[in-house]
């Protein structure tokens, strides 16, 4: 089986352009996360969806970030404009969902790096 | 809101010692749970293990096991037999309960485990 896939694994651009990051979730895992995490640091929640609902985003910085998942399957983070402390990881997880033994499973992230 | 707490950053021991890692948190949540991750320099979040707070028998997977410690809100990785690719991060995670709000995962700041050859 196919775990959670994010595209791109790299990316570097100049601050203040814009950035999006794709995340295709395991088959069949309705609850979609993604994270950032920084240098040295665990990750931290951003936005956490239950199908195509975005049902916590206390966490996105809604000035730049935005995020949406057409369909309740694939997402896609976006930052517009870019900072230089946008500089991190970002990780998308997915669960099954409807349950509360949930156990997330992590894509292998993207790496941005912001000039 | 919860906190985890890893206190050691870094710990280094020699290929088949057995090691600890120690993990602290605090809530006021009664229905949680509790999990290790490791990330390796690759970068893949890989789940090592999960216990339920309601279950008071420790959790264990083959080489790694868990002394879990409610009262005391404590949450420890023991691996026995290390080996060389045992060496990551190794980032402590608590989640509450459904029923809790959000639940999405609260890490640590991690431990950088070294296993020398």
């Known amino acids: 089986e196919a775990g959670v896939v994010q595209s791109p694994r790299y990316k570097i651009i100049e601050k203040k352009q814009p950035v999006a990051f794709w995340c295709n979730p395991i088959s069949g895992h309705n609850t979609l996360y993604w994270y950032l995490q920084n240098l040295g640091q665990g990750p931290e929640l951003l936005i956490r969806y239950e199908n195509?609902?975005?049902?916590?985003?206390?966490?996105?910085?809604?000035?730049?970030?935005?995020?949406?998942?057409?369909?309740?399957?694939?997402?896609?983070?976006?930052?517009?404009?870019?900072?230089?402390?946008?500089?991190?990881?970002?990780?998308?997880?997915?669960?099954?969902?409807?349950?509360?033994?949930?156990?997330?499973?992590?894509?292998?992230?993207?790496?941005?790096?912001?000039? | 809101a919860q906190t985890v707490t890893q206190s050691q950053p870094e710990m280094s021991v020699q290929e088949a010692e057995t090691v600890t890692l120690s993990c602290t948190y605090d809530t006021s949540e009664s229905n949680y749970y509790l999990f290790w991750y490791k990330q390796p320099p690759s970068r893949q979040m890989i789940l090592v293990i999960r216990q339920e707070a309601y279950k008071q028998q420790n959790a264990t997977e083959n080489r790694f096991s868990v002394n879990f410690q409610k009262a005391a809100k404590s949450f420890s990785l023991k691996i026995s037999d290390s080996q060389l690719g045992d060496t990551a991060m190794y980032f402590c995670a608590f989640m509450k309960g459904k029923g809790g709000g959000a639940d999405g995962l609260t890490f640590g700041k991690g431990t950088h485990l070294i296993i020398q050859p």
């Open chain 1, 52 to 115: 195509e609902e975005a049902v916590d985003d206390s966490q996105l910085p809604k000035d730049r970030f935005s995020a949406e998942r057409l369909k309740g399957v694939d997402s896609t983070l976006k930052i517009q404009p870019a900072e230089l402390g946008d500089s991190a990881v970002y990780l998308c997880a997915s669960s099954l969902g409807g349950a509360s033994t949930d156990t997330q499973y992590f894509g292998p992230g993207t790496r941005l790096t912001v000039l």
